[in-house]
């Protein structure tokens, strides 16, 4: 079946270090990809996403590059502030506006 | 930007009773909308889709005489939980679904349900 597995937390930085959360997934077909971030208190938003294999969805200075030869969609961010602490879910749709499914999240919280 | 509500956020109820839960979306149309429920360090596990003027859709292992899912409208769709058990007690989570932006889904901010 399909499936998300991201990496446990907590992720511990100190501000301005360089993050990355690894996310790999299993899926038949084609699906999309999706960062979610959820700060405290708040619902999910989204962060980024992407379509189609190769593709690299951005925002906010994260990353993430859509990598079918390894079914992985990790995110990146070159330089991450206190602001960025929050957890992060990688999730996937087998097709568009379909439910999503999700992993476990991974809780990033940063220092400054 | 597209905004979903949850009401309660938080609720405290017997074992035995029956809790609703409400999901609006604010400033747009939503023909469908998601039942999501997310336990402790887990990840968030669909319940049911809920589409406006018909009925949910359940998940595999999903009981739908306890979980009772209303969408009457295309702002507001409901969970009920009936006979509540401490088993039930989670955070339960919404999204939305523009009806005329079909791959964006817009999450609510949840509701935390403790079955004593």
């Known amino acids: 079946g399909n499936s998300v597995t991201q990496m446990e937390g907590p992720v511990t930085l100190s501000e301005e270090a360089f993050l990355t959360i690894n996310c790999t997934y299993t899926?038949?077909?084609?699906?999309?990809l999706f960062w979610y971030v959820q700060y405290p208190g708040e619902g999910l938003q989204l962060l980024l996403k992407a379509t189609k294999a190769d593709d690299k969805g951005s925002n906010k200075g994260f990353e993430a590059t859509y990598r079918k030869e390894t079914t992985s969609f990790h995110l990146e961010k070159g330089s991450v502030q206190v602001s960025d602490s929050a957890v992060y879910f990688c999730a996937l749709s087998r097709q568009a506006g379909t439910a999503l499914i999700f992993g476990k999240g991974t809780t990033l919280s940063v220092s400054s | 930007g597209a905004v979903v509500s949850q009401h309660p956020s938080r609720v405290i109820c017997k074992s035995g009773t029956s809790v609703k839960i409400e999901c609006r979306s604010l400033d747009f149309q939503a023909t469908t909308m998601f039942w999501y429920r997310q336990f402790p360090k887990q990840s968030l596990m669909l319940m049911a889709t809920s589409n406006e003027g018909s009925k949910a859709t359940y998940e595999q292992g999903v009981e739908k005489d306890k979980f009772l899912i209303n969408h009457a409208s295309l702002t507001l769709s409901t969970l009920t939980v009936t006979s509540a058990h401490p088993e039930d007690s989670s955070f339960y989570i919404c999204?939305?679904?523009?009806?005329?932006?079909?791959?964006?889904?817009?999450f609510g901010p949840g509701t935390r349900l403790t079955v004593t």
């Open positions: 899926a038949t077909g084609y699906p999309s």
């Open positions: 999204s939305a679904r523009e009806s005329d932006r079909v791959s964006e889904q817009y």
